[in-house]
């Protein structure tokens, strides 16, 4: 998802000089990152729920760290479906407002957060246990998460490259 997000601030900013690959890579740069993301929230959402059924009310601290997990994956649902919809209206000015949008909320808000609730899942459950069971990752979905990024490497091999070895 780094390499997709980093070929996308670089697709961007092609396609705004009018350089190739243009919005064909933009657009697949945007589906990737749908999907990718739309998995995460889905999982984040749940593990706030899972959490919270744990965390008793009186852990205000806690407590308030759940929130602003929530709050933050809502804020993030936010931007994958404005990019979600400026790609299915074929909008390319709005698909780079909301690609550039995207950028920064990850930046600014993403990139700072490190396991926010790893500390509550150490007090109240068995990490281990927790992570595992909570692992949303299919055959599925790392199937069409390859063919995402395939398709990405075939419109612009020369911004993002296969996997070497």
């Known amino acids: 998802m780094i390499r997709v997000k980093d070929a996308l601030a670089v697709g961007l900013e092609r ?11 933009v657009f697949a740069c945007s589906k990737y990152l749908e999907f990718i993301m739309g998995r995460f929230i889905r999982q984040g959402q749940g593990n706030v729920a899972r959490l919270g059924s744990v965390v008793p009310e009186s852990d205000a601290a806690n407590r308030s760290v759940l929130a602003d997990i929530d709050a933050t994956l809502r804020e993030c649902s936010e931007h994958v479906e404005r990019l979600s919809a ?36 150490e007090q ?30 075939h419109i612009a091999p020369d911004i993002i490259q296969p996997d070497s070895g």
Not at 15 to 25: A, M, Q, S
Not at 127 to 149: C, G, K, M
């Open 86 to 121: 400026a790609r299915e209206a074929m909008d390319e000015t709005e698909l780079a407002s909301a690609c550039h949008a995207f950028l920064d909320f990850y930046s600014g808000t993403l990139a700072r957060r490190k396991d926010p609730a790893q500390a509550i899942v």
């Open 124 to 153: 109240y459950v068995d990490p281990e246990a927790y992570w595992r069971d909570t692992n949303d990752v299919t055959d599925e979905s790392i199937d069409i998460e390859h063919n995402l990024f395939r398709a990405l490497i």
């Open 15 to 25: 396609l705004e000089r009018g350089e190739p690959p243009g919005p064909v890579f």
